[in-house]
T-cell receptor, first 111, second 114 residues
Framework: QKEVEQDPGPLSVPEGAIVSLNCTYS??????FMWYRQYSRKGPELLMY????GNKEDGRFTAQVDKSSKYISLFIRDSQPSDSATYLC???????????FGSGTQLTVLP | DGGITQSPKYLFRKEGQNVTLSCEQN?????MYWYRQDPGQGLRLIYY???????QKGDIAEGYSVSREKKESFPLTVTSAQKNPTAFYLC?????????????FGSGTRLTVV
């Protein structure tokens, strides 16, 4: 069983929709949670970083962490065609610097 | 501008050959990492290095080797012992004591066995 599970999609939504992307994890040692966006044939770029349970907002993006349920989410409001990419959740344990990634969700926002 | 440069962008390897992927960063980051990305499997850690002349195996190190002779450089060699090397390889770096900054990734090298 993978430590981090992520629905691979693909997910297609119309422009302007609210998108919800999710990951679950099995190891309670994970303390730090990130979301990366990866455009085709490019390296991932960091979107959001969270530590504690609760919500963190940055523009159209909201990251949510529920440590009791071992569940993290990324919400995208007013989605745009430029948001079309693969979204990867990532997490790390305590003082470790290695990240464990989900398999990624491929998102397409249709104009 | 600071960043990570991976080269080449595309690489073709014949059966039985060793090939080396280059990764250079000018971000003054302490730590560097190599990940492999396959469709549907996300990123898997091959090797990482916290400081010069020191590196640790990740989850899938078999068939790979690395060196860290300079802070800026962390080349990855895919040896003939790696039986399924066709994949997208990503190099990343971070400040070791600033975990909340996350990783900075390069643009990747796509390796294909021919």
């Amino acid at each position: 069983q993978k430590e981090v599970e992520q629905d691979p999609g693909p997910l297609s939504v119309p422009e302007g929709a609210i998108v919800s992307l999710n990951c679950t994890y099995s190891n309670s040692a994970f303390q730090y949670f990130m979301w990366y966006r990866q455009y085709s044939r490019k390296g991932p770029e960091l979107l959001m970083y969270t530590y504690s349970s609760g919500n963190k907002e940055d523009g159209r993006f909201t990251a949510q962490v529920d440590k009791s349920s071992k569940y993290i989410s990324l919400f995208i409001r007013d989605s745009q065609p430029s948001d079309s990419a693969t979204y990867l959740c990532a997490m790390r344990k305590g003082s470790a610097r290695q990240l464990t990634f989900g398999s990624g969700t491929q998102l397409t926002v249709l104009p | 501008d600071g960043g990570i440069t991976q080269s080449p962008k595309y690489l073709f390897r014949k059966e039985g050959q060793n090939v080396t992927l280059s990764c250079e960063q000018n971000l003054n980051h302490d730590a560097m990492y190599w990940y492999r990305q396959d469709p549907g499997q996300g990123l898997r850690l091959i090797y990482y290095s916290q400081i010069v002349n020191d590196f640790q195996k990740g989850d899938i190190a078999e068939g790979y080797s690395v060196s860290r002779e300079k802070k800026e450089s962390f080349p990855l060699t895919v040896t003939s012992a790696q039986k399924n090397p066709t994949a997208f390889y990503l190099c990343a770096s971070s400040l070791w004591d600033r975990g909340r900054d996350g990783y900075t990734f390069g643009s990747g090298t796509r390796l294909t066995v021919v």
